[in-house]
């Protein structure tokens, strides 16, 4: 008879606290999944991981407040969440209600669970990189089936897959933070088996394809400036690998044929940029300390453009562009100041300092495959994603989170 306890308990002997508590293990793992297959299930995997989290440590008696009080993150975003919630009050509710607002409350619940959990279960990491790693296999496989039958593996249409406002957006967040993860991942560590950096480098080439499938240029340019950051890290600390030169390669190679085959250099739609920006900018200086409001931002937006208070642009070829309508700034940046003012900008900046600075210290196993991630964000946020759209603030959140679980978690997939 052995000296020693087993690693694990059966699951009939764990406490009702463990089993909630694996439950959330599950949930949370799969979120990315959910966000490939739509709003209803991604939101319902984050209320299932907070309810299971919560539950947990009701049964178990157990105060998170502490431990959370001590983490880097936690203050920096509940500043961020204060700056919306203040925002909401000073302006008060538009178009889209109060509650839209309020409701950014469930990916901070969400992310302090995925801290909570991985300060102590040091396997999470685990159920979240394979997550990822599904969710973007998934992708792939349901735009397969859609191209070749009409309808993916859950009755979806192709037209879907074909346009900007399917579930195209949430496969690209998904794709460009997974090239990323498991392209620099794949290359800076030697310790993986040979087995697991090709699995990896497979997922990266996946994610790749699925944004040249998408055909929109900033999660292209976001993902290759992530993953071209990241092996530019490693490989100046001495992590260098043919691997690594291999997918750039293979990436860069693709990007510069999507962007020919496509005809995607086009520049026409950056001068609609410009006018949004110069709306934007305006919204802030008006409204310079909490902004008019995430949910009064179309408001705003619409009453100040379509009332001609601010100048159009005009191309070079002389096509006027003064958009009427507009849900966001299309700049990370501007988004912050115009709908949150300097107070949200300053929090999101805090908490992205903090975020950045757990992510460079001392990477090594998964931890590889995060150095990537800021720049990746920093460009989607050039021209790219709402940090307010319920799919991308919560996918930041889930990706912030995973960050938070760096240092904590122990145990690497």
């Known amino acids: 008879m052995s000296e020693h306890a087993p690693e694990s308990l059966p699951v009939s002997t764990r406490s009702r606290p463990e089993r909630l508590e694996n439950l959330a293990l599950w949930?949370?793992?799969?979120?990315?999944?959910?966000?490939?297959?739509?709003?209803?299930?991604?939101?319902?995997?984050?209320?299932?991981?907070?309810?299971?989290?919560?539950?947990?440590?009701?049964?178990?008696?157990?105060?998170?407040?502490?431990?959370?009080?001590?983490?880097?993150?936690?203050?920096?975003?509940?500043?961020?969440?204060?700056?919306?919630?203040?925002?909401?009050?000073?302006?008060?509710?538009?178009?889209?209600?109060?509650?839209?607002?309020?409701?950014?409350?469930?990916?901070?619940?969400?992310?302090?669970?995925?801290m909570d959990i991985g300060s102590r279960r040091p396997e999470l990491p685990r159920f979240l990189i394979r997550g990822m790693a599904a969710a973007v296999v998934l992708a792939a496989a349901n735009t397969a089936l859609a191209y070749a039958s009409g309808f993916d593996l859950v009755l979806r249409p192709l037209d879907s897959y074909t346009r900007k406002l399917g579930i195209t957006p949430q496969i690209g967040g998904v794709a460009v933070y997974s090239v990323v993860f498991f392209g620099s991942w794949a290359a800076a560590d030697s310790a993986l088996p040979a087995r697991s950096r090709r699995l990896y480098a497979l997922v990266a080439i996946l994610a790749m394809l699925q944004l040249f499938q998408i055909h929109s240029r900033t999660p292209i340019l976001a993902a290759l400036a992530g993953l071209i950051f990241a092996l530019w890290f490693h490989w100046t600390r001495g992590r260098r690998s043919a691997l690594g030169i291999i997918l750039a390669g293979i990436f860069l190679s693709g990007v510069l044929a999507t962007l020919i085959c496509l005809h995607l250099w086009s520049t026409a739609s950056i001068y609609d940029r410009f006018y949004i920006w110069r709306v934007s900018f305006t919204l802030f200086k008006d409204h310079p300390l909490f902004g008019v409001g995430v949910s009064s931002f179309k408001d705003a937006f619409t009453a100040l453009s379509s009332h001609g208070l601010v100048e159009g642009v005009v191309s070079p070829a002389g096509r006027l562009f003064q958009k009427p309508v507009e849900t966001h700034a299309h700049n990370l940046v501007l988004m912050l100041l115009a709908s949150t003012g300097l107070f949200g900008l300053l929090a999101f900046g805090w908490l992205f300092v903090r975020v950045s600075r757990l992510i460079f210290s001392s990477p090594k196993g998964h931890r590889l495959g995060l150095p990537g991630w800021p720049a990746a964000l920093f460009v989607m946020g050039l021209s790219g994603e709402n940090i307010y759209y319920s799919w991308y603030h919560a996918w930041v959140s889930f990706i912030f989170a995973f960050a938070g679980i760096a240092l904590a978690s122990r145990e690497d997939p």
């Open 27 to 114: 949930t949370a793992g799969f979120f990315p999944v959910g966000l490939v297959l739509g709003n209803a299930v991604f939101e319902g995997l984050m209320a299932l991981t907070v309810i299971f989290w919560l539950a947990s440590l009701m049964t178990g008696r157990r105060n998170p407040a502490p431990g959370l009080a001590a983490h880097p993150l936690v203050i920096p975003w509940l500043s961020w969440y204060a700056a919306i919630l203040v925002s909401l009050v000073m302006n008060g509710p538009g178009s889209k209600g109060a509650g839209h607002d309020i409701a950014f409350g469930r990916a901070v619940l969400f992310a302090f669970a995925i």
